[in-house]
């Protein structure tokens, strides 16, 4: 316990650690009379500045403002980062000592945002609004999110760690993410959904669902495409920013090929390639609805979001026999192991050939 006189007969008592009566001294959680010692001198080195305005214990708020600041420069995650920063880690540490953090401070509150509902997009001002939690996949998501912000906090806190502003990272360290919750089960459609789902589209949204379909790609790698961007020759796409930071090069069939062809035809090579009925480009959240709405028209229940396309032209892909690392080229993933963990088991094999072709039948 530190113990520092504040003025007016008054004194500011802090906990620094557990002593070693019990357990070895591993000089972070359990300390001897002189790791106590040395850790009290500090603390009261650093009151003392504090008191005098020469510098501050480094904050949580402190950290995060210097990790986002990283991530909007030298990242694409940046919006993701500083979402996460303002909902979840702000609120619950924004005023707390980097150096005061415990282990199990961190745990609890991992714990509490995997327990809450999901959140759903509300203006600023209005009271925020929360999803119902009816869905049978809403324990896993949510405890999947969890990981995903704790990741966030861990990330600016080793940084400030790494540039020697707080003297451990072992509050951190140990607190482990949720197990088994990063991988859902991939939605896609049929060939005879995609059909019915392309019929119910307007014009404008079945050629955004149709190039998706062709390509695996992503809705916003989809909206910035120029007509530029179509190669005829070569039959390719040229995504100039993915998700990765990474341009590459999307290879068509002849009749994606030909469709796009179509689109782009006698067109300037600077236009937006794929645009909304009154000729304006499509911009973040435009398609939700719509899509949703033709999801309802060709009976597709449960609605798909657009990213299932996505998994659509993959799961196909696979099935048809394209190998997963020709796959994770095309998608843009830097390697297969996001690939193998969400197509391996669709692709044909020497085992399952074996056992659908000479395994006992019982029927």
């Known amino acids: 316990m530190l113990r520092l006189y504040s003025g007016d007969q008054s004194y500011k008592t802090e906990t620094l650690a557990t002593a070693d009566d019990f357990g070895d001294a591993d000089g972070v959680v359990l300390l001897d009379w002189k790791q106590a010692q ?3 001198r500090k603390r009261m080195v650093d009151y003392a500045h504090s008191e005098a305005g020469v510098a501050k214990p480094l904050n949580v708020a402190d950290a995060m403002v210097t990790y986002l600041e990283y991530l909007e420069t030298k990242t694409k995650s940046g919006r993701e980062g500083r979402y996460a920063a303002e909902a979840f880690i702000l609120p619950a540490f924004g005023n707390i000592e980097v150096a005061k ?3 199990e401070q961190i745990e609890r509150w991992h714990a509490d945002v995997a327990k809450a509902p999901a959140r759903i997009r509300t203006k600023a001002g209005r009271r925020q609004r929360f999803k119902s939690q009816t869905h049978p996949e809403s324990d896993r998501r949510r405890k999947s999110t969890a990981n995903r912000i704790l990741t966030t906090l861990k990330a600016a806190l080793n940084m400030a760690w790494r540039d020697g502003k707080v003297p451990s990272d072992a509050a951190w360290r140990r607190v482990t993410p949720f197990e088994s919750v990063d991988t859902a089960r991939i939605r896609y459609l049929s060939m005879d959904e995609i059909q019915r789902l392309l019929e119910a589209c307007s014009p404008t949204l079945q050629a955004l669902v149709r190039v998706a379909l062709e390509t695996g790609c992503r809705y916003g790698e989809l909206i910035a495409l120029r007509v530029e961007d ?3 020759d070569s ?4 995504i100039r920013e993915s998700k990765s930071g990474k341009p590459r090069h ?5 009749e994606g090929a ?3 062809g179509q689109i ?3 067109r300037s090579p600077a236009d937006t390639l794929l645009v909304k009925e009154n000729g304006a480009p499509w911009q973040r959240d435009h398609q939700k609805d719509p899509l949703k709405n033709a999801c309802k028209t060709a009976k597709i229940e449960p609605a798909i979001n657009f990213h299932a396309l996505r998994h659509s032209w993959a799961s196909h892909a696979v099935m048809r026999g394209v190998s997963l690392q020709i796959v994770a080229r095309q998608l843009g993933h830097t390697t297969t192991r996001i690939t193998e963990q969400h197509y391996a088991h669709l692709a044909p094999s020497f085992v399952a050939d074996a056992i659908r072709a000479n395994a006992p039948r019982f029927s």
Do not use: Q
Request: charged share 10%.
């Open 38 to 40: 040395t850790l009290a």
């Open 250 to 254: 999307v290879v068509l069939t002849p």
């Open 101 to 103: 953090l415990t282990k």
């Open 258 to 260: 030909a469709y796009i």
């Open 230 to 232: 179509f190669n005829a």
């Open 264 to 266: 782009a035809k006698d």
């Open 235 to 238: 039959g390719t796409l040229h």
